[in-house]
């Protein structure tokens, strides 16, 4: 089994509607992170969390909120879709031992 | 704001050839993790190589190692014997000291995407 878990794997949805993406992970990692890729964009980030009470905004966060239901999982929502959200969703957990950061397959969202 | 440059959008190797991608940053900081992430077409991210800013050695991951200058802040990724699995999208990112702020604490460039010839 995945050790970071993201569903669901693709989405389609219409402009306005609210999303939900969801992540979880087996890691024990408290730090958990939602990127956002585009293509010749790269990763941007939209939120972290270093544990369960601790949430911060990334660079790119309007549009979007989190909620750390506990320190294995980390949703990202989408509160009214629009076109320009059509992105591949990444969630990733980081040790703090290394800095090595674990990512999730990715959810490709479009939105029409 | 620290800033990661990755100035070759494709590059392309024959198998078995040698390649080098190359990344730039910027910032003031004096200690800082730098990596190399590998993104396939399933699209899974993996890690492929991480530095140390503190150690002067230059890391290696079997055929993958790095060419680390401080100085100046260059941080390239060398895959010797390529192979077609190479294939991918190559990210670097630096990780910052200090944390918080909207940058949180890893900073990724725009990516290079490597295509391997048979």
């Given at each position: 089994d995945a050790d970071v878990t993201q569903t669901p794997r693709n989405r389609i949805t219409k402009t306005g509607k609210r999303i939900m993406l969801e992540c979880s992970q087996?890691?024990?990692?408290d730090r958990m992170y939602w990127y956002r890729q585009d293509p010749g964009l790269g990763l941007r980030l939209i939120y972290y969390s270093f544990d369960v009470k601790d949430i911060n905004k990334g660079e790119i966060s309007d549009g979007y909120s989190v909620s750390?239901?506990?320190?294995?999982k980390f949703s990202l929502s989408l509160e009214s879709a629009i076109p320009n959200q059509t992105a591949l969703y990444f969630c990733a957990t980081q040790d703090w031992r290394n800095e090595k950061l674990f990512f999730g397959s990715g959810t490709q969202l479009s939105v029409l | 704001a620290q800033t990661v440059t990755q100035s070759q959008p494709e590059m392309s190797v024959q198998e078995a050839e040698t390649v080098t991608l190359s990344c730039t940053y910027d910032t003031s900081e004096s200690d800082y993790y730098l990596f190399w992430y590998k993104q396939p077409p399933s699209r899974q991210m993996i890690l492929v190589i991480r530095q140390e800013a503190y150690k002067q050695q230059n890391a290696t991951e079997n055929r993958f190692s790095v060419n680390f200058q401080k100085a100046a802040k260059s941080f390239s990724l060398k895959i010797s014997?390529?192979?077609?699995?190479?294939a991918a999208m190559y990210f670097c990112a630096y990780r910052r000291l200090h944390y918080g702020g909207?940058?949180?604490n890893l900073i990724f460039g725009k990516g290079t995407k490597l295509s391997v010839k048979p």
């Amino acid at each position: 089994d995945a050790d970071v878990t993201q569903t669901p794997r693709n989405r389609i949805t219409k402009t306005g509607k609210r999303i939900m993406l969801e992540c979880s992970q087996t890691k024990g990692h408290d730090r958990m992170y939602w990127y956002r890729q585009d293509p010749g964009l790269g990763l941007r980030l939209i939120y972290y969390s270093f544990d369960v009470k601790d949430i911060n905004k990334g660079e790119i966060s309007d549009g979007y909120s989190v909620s750390r239901q506990a320190q294995a999982k980390f949703s990202l929502s989408l509160e009214s879709a629009i076109p320009n959200q059509t992105a591949l969703y990444f969630c990733a957990t980081q040790d703090w031992r290394n800095e090595k950061l674990f990512f999730g397959s990715g959810t490709q969202l479009s939105v029409l | 704001a620290q800033t990661v440059t990755q100035s070759q959008p494709e590059m392309s190797v024959q198998e078995a050839e040698t390649v080098t991608l190359s990344c730039t940053y910027d910032t003031s900081e004096s200690d800082y993790y730098l990596f190399w992430y590998k993104q396939p077409p399933s699209r899974q991210m993996i890690l492929v190589i991480r530095q140390e800013a503190y150690k002067q050695q230059n890391a290696t991951e079997n055929r993958f190692s790095v060419n680390f200058q401080k100085a100046a802040k260059s941080f390239s990724l060398k895959i010797s014997d390529s192979q077609l699995g190479d294939a991918a999208m190559y990210f670097c990112a630096y990780r910052r000291l200090h944390y918080g702020g909207s940058q949180g604490n890893l900073i990724f460039g725009k990516g290079t995407k490597l295509s391997v010839k048979p």
